[in-house]
């Protein structure tokens, strides 16, 4: 017997739209080996909410956005803020897909808690709400007996999260390496080759890679809110994104690219987690890596990660992940994993 998930989307662009075309192409495939199906309900964009009980075709939605539409040209648009999407419809699931606001208590946050206490399942593909408030909405999560999923706010389709969390049980952590930001690896590369940092940004949001605010791939923040992510899953860390050292890529320039080149290194953007007298030094910034070390061979639209642990010595794994095509099967594992 198939079940049907209600599910809400929150944002219908690059990250949501995939996954809507995956979940055409797969559709019978998820029935059959998961026996779900995934009843999209309502859909939330910058212009507002629709809701529509008997749920949306996928292909419409996509065609809507491809048309550079709103959902407030839809008939079922309800005039109301996108916050109060929990209050206009009932649902199983709901995939968090909307750009990244830090703004404390901002109102998508508020939307993510209204969620969890409805008794949502939550799938994020957004980090703030975990950047912001990872300890309150677990317990929260715990108290209203749902789950989140976020195994698409770290590398995209890279299952750091899920190998951290369920193939290294019961590992400590002694340090990582890592670059998370594929957006900021590309311009880098470009760098490398003569281009400017400005194609290279034009060309991520081209195909969709880059963040809604291209500044967070390039002063480093959304590396560390990566970072952050990945301390909270993984370790005892219980400080905040702010005891994350900073630097991002914005002032690299030519110069210190070919210099690293002739001492056989790259400049990579970092991220890096050692434990020092008892306590965490956390930080992301440029600097010079071996060239042929695995931090050297992610190059361009690659992201990687290398972990020490004290039961599996040394563990790296990398993806290739030039559009977010990758990002949107993560959110539908996840989506998978929270409805069986
Ligand atoms: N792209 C990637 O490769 C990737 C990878 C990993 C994680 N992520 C994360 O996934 C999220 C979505 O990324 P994306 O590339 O799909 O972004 P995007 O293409 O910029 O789409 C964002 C969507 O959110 C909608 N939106 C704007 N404000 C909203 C609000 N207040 N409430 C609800 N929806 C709102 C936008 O509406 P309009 O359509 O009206 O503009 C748009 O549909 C981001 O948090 C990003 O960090 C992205």
């Known amino acids: ?142 108290k209203h007996k749902t789950r989140l999923a976020y195994s698409a706010t770290v590398c995209g389709g890279l299952p750091v999260i899920n190998v951290l969390q369920r193939d290294l049980k019961f590992a400590t952590l002694n340090n990582l390496w890592g670059i998370f930001n594929a957006t900021s690896n590309f311009v880098l590369q470009h760098l490398e080759q003569g281009g400017t940092m400005e194609e290279a940004i034009l060309e991520a949001q081209r195909i969709g890679a880059a963040e809604t605010d291209p500044t967070l791939d390039l002063s480093g923040q959304d590396t560390a809110n990566k970072l952050y992510i990945i301390m ?30 002739q001492a056989g290194t790259k400049l990579k953007l970092v991220a890096a987690a050692f434990h020092k007298k008892g306590k965490w030094q956390l930080s992301v910034k440029p600097a010079p890596v071996a060239a042929d070390s695995f931090m050297g061979s992610c190059d361009g639209w690659e992201m990687g990660i290398e972990v020490k642990t004290d039961l599996y010595e040394s563990i790296s794994m990398k993806n290739y992940e030039a559009d977010p095509t990758g990002t949107s099967a993560a959110v539908l594992r996840d989506m998978i994993d929270l409805s069986r």
């Open 232 to 261: 909270k899953s993984f370790t005892d860390f219980d400080g905040t994104i702010a005891d994350i050292e900073m630097e991002g890529i914005q002032n690299v320039n030519a110069e210190q690219i070919q210099q690293a080149a």
């Open 1 to 142: 017997m198939v079940s049907i998930v209600k599910t809400v989307l929150l944002g219908l662009g690059n990250v949501n739209q995939r996954l809507l075309k995956i979940l055409i192409d797969k559709k019978d495939e998820i029935a059959q080996k998961h026996n779900l199906s995934f009843k999209i309900v309502g859909v939330v964009d910058s212009s507002g909410i629709a809701v529509r009980t008997r749920g949306f075709d996928y292909q419409d939605l996509i065609n809507l956005k491809f048309n550079k539409g709103k959902v407030n040209e839809l008939d079922c648009f309800l005039p109301k803020a996108p916050e109060e999407i929990a209050n206009c419809v009932e649902a199983d699931l709901m995939i968090d897909a909307s750009p990244v606001n830090l703004k404390p208590n901002n109102p998508g946050l508020h939307l993510v808690k209204s969620a969890i206490t409805k008794g949502w399942h939550v799938v994020l593909a957004n980090k703030a709400p975990l950047v912001l408030a990872f300890d309150e909405l677990h317990e929260l999560a715990l």
